[in-house]
């Protein structure tokens, strides 16, 4: 008799993930929309899944009575998890990454684009697929809560120091130095979750530029914490 209830309960457990499937594949598509082709979408969204099935067999609908609601951030946070899993920021590639960035702005100064992996290369007199490797690394961290971008650097030992709502605090202020459509990329990217694509076409402005405007706010969110 238990063991009939028992399976009765994760039949109706297994049904409830079922239920919730489409919306983990939506999920992880439009995180891969933001992603480097490099990240596959099949991996994101097997991840998700796992997570929504742990998370189904362990809802308890007398404490919480929106299932998606409660498994919402933890099926993201999991894909999230998964990409830092990858470590495609090491120590040197951090190095490189904040060397190109410097590089790209210098270029972008006289040359109004950004260079391509060949001239960047050049430039820093680095291998061109380490230069590449480098850039997805970037881009992959794009995705990533502001807490998490700030780190990169070898700046976590001021973050460390920072209270969450202090660095909210800072994040305001930094935001509030910048014209109404910069405030706006920002809101679009980490709130609406939106691609670069999509926030070009809403604003009428390059890609190049959001990326741009998006590394700025992020230094000066920086050099405001002493980082």
Request: proline residues 2%; negative net charge; hydrophobic residues 40%.
């Amino acid at each position: 008799m238990q063991n009939a209830y028992a399976q009765d309960l994760k039949h109706k457990e297994d049904e409830l993930a079922i239920q919730y499937l489409p919306a983990v594949k939506a999920m992880a598509f439009r995180l891969k929309e933001r992603l480097p082709s490099s990240i596959d979408f099949s991996d994101l969204a097997a991840i998700g899944t796992e997570e929504l099935i742990k998370l189904a067999r362990r809802y308890d609908d007398s404490l919480n009575d929106n299932f998606w609601g409660y498994a919402k951030k933890r099926v993201y946070g999991a894909m999230l998890d998964y990409l830092r899993s990858l470590d495609v920021l090491s120590r040197s590639n951090r190095k490189l990454v904040k060397a190109i960035d410097h590089a790209t702005e210098e270029y972008r100064l006289t040359h109004d684009e950004e260079p391509t992996d060949v001239e960047l290369a050049a430039i820093l007199d680095e291998d061109v697929e380490k230069v590449h490797e480098a850039r997805v690394a970037s881009d992959i961290y794009t995705v990533m809560p502001l807490h998490d971008q700030l780190q990169v650097g070898d700046e976590g030992a001021a973050l460390a120091q920072i209270e969450k709502e202090e660095l909210i605090d800072v994040i305001k202020n930094v935001l509030s130095n910048y014209k109404e459509r910069e405030q706006m990329i920002i809101q679009l990217y980490y709130f609406e979750e939106l691609t670069l694509k999509e926030i070009s076409e809403i604003l009428d402005i390059t890609e190049s530029r959001i990326s741009q405007i998006h590394k700025s706010v992020l230094q000066k969110i920086k050099e405001s914490i002493g980082a």
